[in-house]
């Protein structure tokens, strides 16, 4: 017992386990990550009002959960956010797309129907003209 109090006496044997980087004890992982399904967007703003009806870049974020068993046999619940995968992105982004398309919030460019006006003499490209005469 007096080597314990030696070294918690002892200021640089303090000093190196103070710095010394710890480690959290993860426990046992019964159940690794899984997305719930929730997600959400990221980005660089300042608060600043004005910066809302400015182009940014946005990050899309995907939550995960995981139970891990302590020491103490007492399960619990990590939720994290991670950066969404290409895969996941472009599964948000078809869904996105499937809603607009569903309540005719969007249109396709065949949707319209577009009459061009026939084109006018003297207008065209080189091979047209050359053709023509």
């Known amino acids: 017992m007096a080597h314990a109090l030696t070294y918690v006496t002892s200021s640089e044997s ?6 010394r980087k710890k480690l959290p004890y993860q426990g046992v992982v019964k159940r690794d990550w899984v997305p719930t399904g929730r997600i959400d967007f990221a980005t660089n703003l300042d608060g600043n009002g004005a910066d809302a009806d400015q182009p940014s870049e946005f990050k899309l974020l995907v939550e995960e959960r995981r139970i891990v068993e302590s020491i103490a ?3 619990n619940l990590e939720i994290q956010w991670r950066l969404a995968t290409l895969k996941e992105a472009k599964a948000v982004v078809t869904q996105y797309h499937k809603f607009l398309t569903d309540h005719s919030l969007i249109k ?3 949707d319209e129907t577009m009459s061009l006006p026939p084109p006018k003499k003297g207008q065209g490209n080189s091979s047209n003209q050359s053709l023509a005469s």
């Open 14 to 19: 303090w000093k190196s386990w103070k710095s």
């Open 73 to 75: 046999g007492n399960e």
């Open 108 to 110: 396709t460019v065949f």
